[in-house]
């Protein structure tokens, strides 16, 4: 009986000692005419690369990378001297092998094991081959461009190549049908857009034609890429795509980019990976964007993911900080109604924001000794002058500094006569209101006392408003 135990128990032991040893993904590499080097494996995530392992080749060039854990599926590359790669899929085959002459490694290329990668080199080489032909066709068009005929037969040489292209890519997706190499190639073919035929007697055609084609493009832009395979996260392709929809695509206005980040995070939200990806990608985008009114953007993503309970991988140190700079930008988003600010001023009397009766207001907040507000003052004044008789506008400005005897002498050295507003206790509060963290600062406001417009330039202002005077009255 204790036999019987023994030998059982010894089988178990050889049993966890095999899975233990046993290698998830094992890469087998051989690079002729490179010897005693390092390499490393890296892989994409985003639009950055990261190094997951390295290596260092023996004298005859072989190597094995492996690991105990399976990796996950993406374009990964080999990193090799001289900062030079090739790049590979890792998919559902992660024990393979691979060849490669170091002198020329892209076109002497092999893989053994893995179908997928075979099929990925032979299609790289075949793309480039067509993108080199595509090339110099474009090429040959800029050199004869004012040639009419030459031009003629050079486009219908481009529309081929093109439609060649095309079609590779079909057939290559068909052939490879369920791959990660599939999923990447159809990512690549872009939108069909149907022929927009309107009736004769259509009002502002080429409107109506645009707005339709816009319509479709926003709304079919993700057809060929699944927005759940998270997959495509360590891929340079994902990141990729959303970065040419927000800032090429759609309309660069709050309201239009909200609307389609609801569509985007409502498909992506089915895998939580791809969702906190996507979710990360659109905040840093919008925080980092200087065009006025994006800030309404990051107030929403802010609301509805990061201070919402969604984003379960940041800290509550750092919801808070989000929280309270939120805060500050809620008062003064574009749309907004400006809060009221009544102020000293340095006429002796008190005035209100709420007060002014013109069609538009600007606000400025500025201090006598900042450098920067000191170039844009006298620009201010020279618009202000300007204009100040035809009864539009009215400058309401608010002098941040406590100093008041250098506030009144730059009034008095400078002839300022709009409202010179003045309140060095802050009761107002209106470095929170107006979120006023440097100088100068501008605002313009409606004559409802509606935000319309935030930080520009001062040099931007009169151009601003003539517009809006032109397109929105």
Same mark, same amino acid.
């Given at each position: 009986?204790?036999?019987?135990?023994?030998?059982?128990?010894?089988?178990?032991?050889?049993?966890?000692?095999?899975?233990?040893? =046993?290698?998830?993904?094992?890469?087998?590499?051989? @690079?002729?005419?490179?010897?005693?080097?390092?390499?490393?494996?890296?892989?994409?995530?985003?639009?950055?690369?990261?190094?997951?392992?390295?290596?260092?080749?023996?004298?005859?060039?072989?190597?094995?990378?492996? *690991?105990?854990?399976?990796?996950?599926?993406?374009?990964?590359?080999?990193?090799?001297? *001289?900062?030079?790669?090739?790049?590979?899929?890792?998919?559902?085959?992660?024990?393979?092998?691979?060849? +490669?002459?170091?002198?020329?490694?892209?076109?002497?290329?092999?893989?053994?094991?893995?179908?997928?990668?075979?099929?990925?080199?032979?299609?790289?080489?075949?793309?480039?081959?067509?993108?080199?032909?595509?090339?110099?066709?474009?090429?040959?068009?800029?050199?004869?461009?004012?040639?009419?005929?030459?031009?003629?037969?050079?486009?219908?040489?481009?529309? =081929?190549?093109?439609?060649?292209?095309?079609?590779?890519?079909?057939?290559?997706?068909?052939?490879?049908?369920?791959?990660?190499?599939?999923?990447?190639?159809?990512?690549?073919?872009?939108?069909?857009?149907?022929? @927009?035929?309107?009736?004769?007697?259509?009002?502002?055609?080429?409107?109506?034609?645009?707005?339709?084609?816009?319509?479709?493009?926003?709304?079919?832009?993700?057809?060929?890429?699944?927005?759940?395979?998270?997959?495509?996260?360590?891929?340079?392709?994902?990141?990729?795509?959303?970065?040419?929809?927000?800032?090429? !695509?759609?309309?660069?206005?709050?309201?239009?980019?909200?609307?389609?980040?609801?569509?985007?995070?409502?498909? +992506?939200?089915?895998?939580?990976?791809?969702?906190?990806?996507?979710?990360?990608?659109?905040?840093?985008?919008?925080?980092?964007?200087?065009?006025? *009114?994006?800030?309404?953007?990051?107030?929403?993503?802010?609301?509805?993911?990061?201070?919402?309970?969604?984003?379960?991988?940041?800290?509550?140190?750092?919801?808070?900080?989000?929280?309270?700079?939120?805060?500050?930008?809620?008062?003064?988003?574009?749309?907004?109604?400006?809060?009221?600010?009544?102020?000293?001023?340095?006429?002796?009397?008190?005035?209100?924001?709420?007060?002014?009766?013109?069609?538009?207001?600007?606000?400025?907040?500025?201090?006598?000794? +900042? *450098?920067?507000?000191?170039?844009?003052?006298?620009?201010? =004044?020279?618009?202000?002058? =300007?204009?100040?008789?035809?009864?539009?506008?009215?400058?309401?400005?608010?002098?941040?500094?406590?100093?008041?005897?250098?506030?009144?002498?730059?009034?008095?050295?400078?002839?300022?006569?709009?409202?010179?507003?003045?309140?060095?206790?802050?009761?107002?509060?209106?470095?929170?209101?107006?979120? !006023?963290?440097?100088?100068?600062?501008?605002?313009?406001?409606?004559?409802?006392?509606?935000?319309?417009?935030?930080?520009?330039?001062?040099?931007?202002?009169?151009?601003?408003?003539?517009?809006?005077?032109?397109?929105?009255?």
């Amino acid at each position: 009986m204790r036999k019987i135990l023994l030998s059982s128990f010894l089988l178990f032991l050889a049993v966890c000692v095999s899975g233990q040893d =046993k290698k998830l993904y094992e890469i087998s590499i051989e @690079i002729k005419g490179l010897t005693d080097s390092t390499i490393y494996l890296a892989y994409h995530l985003g639009d950055k690369q990261y190094l997951k392992d390295s290596l260092k080749l023996d004298k005859y060039g072989h190597g094995v990378f492996s *690991g105990k854990e399976v990796l996950p599926q993406g374009i990964y590359m080999i990193v090799i001297p *001289g900062r030079r790669y090739f790049e590979m899929l890792i998919s559902n085959d992660q024990v393979f092998s691979l060849s +490669c002459n170091f002198s020329d490694y892209f076109n002497t290329l092999k893989f053994s094991g893995t179908e997928e990668n075979s099929a990925f080199i032979d299609y790289q080489r075949k793309w480039i081959r067509m993108q080199d032909e595509a090339g110099k066709i474009v090429n040959r068009l800029q050199a004869n461009k004012s040639n009419k005929d030459s031009t003629l037969v050079l486009n219908d040489m481009r529309v =081929k190549i093109e439609e060649k292209m095309k079609n590779f890519l079909n057939e290559e997706i068909e052939t490879n049908k369920g791959t990660l190499l599939a999923a990447l190639l159809k990512s690549m073919l872009p939108i069909d857009m149907p022929e @927009i035929n309107l009736p004769p007697d259509t009002h502002n055609p080429d409107s109506v034609k645009w707005a339709m084609s816009y319509n479709y493009s926003v709304s079919h832009f993700f057809d060929n890429i699944d927005l759940t395979d998270e997959r495509l996260l360590r891929t340079p392709i994902l990141q990729s795509k959303l970065n040419f929809f927000f800032t090429n !695509v759609v309309l660069q206005l709050s309201d239009s980019i909200n609307r389609q980040i609801d569509v985007v995070i409502n498909k +992506c939200s089915r895998n939580y990976k791809v969702f906190q990806f996507v979710a990360v990608y659109l905040f840093n985008h919008f925080r980092e964007s200087e065009t006025m *009114g994006h800030d309404a953007i990051m107030v929403k993503l802010a609301d509805d993911i990061y201070l919402s309970g969604k984003a379960d991988w940041t800290t509550k140190e750092w919801r808070d900080n989000l929280k309270k700079d939120v805060d500050r930008i809620r008062p003064n988003l574009i749309g907004v109604k400006g809060h009221d600010l009544i102020m000293d001023t340095f006429t002796g009397k008190y005035a209100s924001l709420y007060d002014i009766n013109k069609e538009f207001t600007i606000l400025y907040f500025w201090e006598p000794n +900042c *450098g920067h507000c000191q170039e844009a003052t006298p620009k201010l =004044k020279a618009y202000y002058d =300007k204009v100040k008789n035809q009864g539009f506008i009215e400058v309401f400005t608010v002098c941040t500094t406590a100093e008041r005897d250098k506030w009144e002498k730059y009034i008095k050295d400078n002839n300022l006569t709009w409202i010179n507003g003045w309140y060095p206790k802050r009761v107002t509060n209106f470095d929170y209101y107006y979120n !006023v963290q440097s100088t100068p600062t501008v605002y313009i406001l409606d004559k409802n006392k509606v935000i319309i417009a935030k930080k520009l330039p001062v040099e931007s202002i009169e151009g601003f408003i003539d517009n809006w005077r032109k397109y929105k009255n």
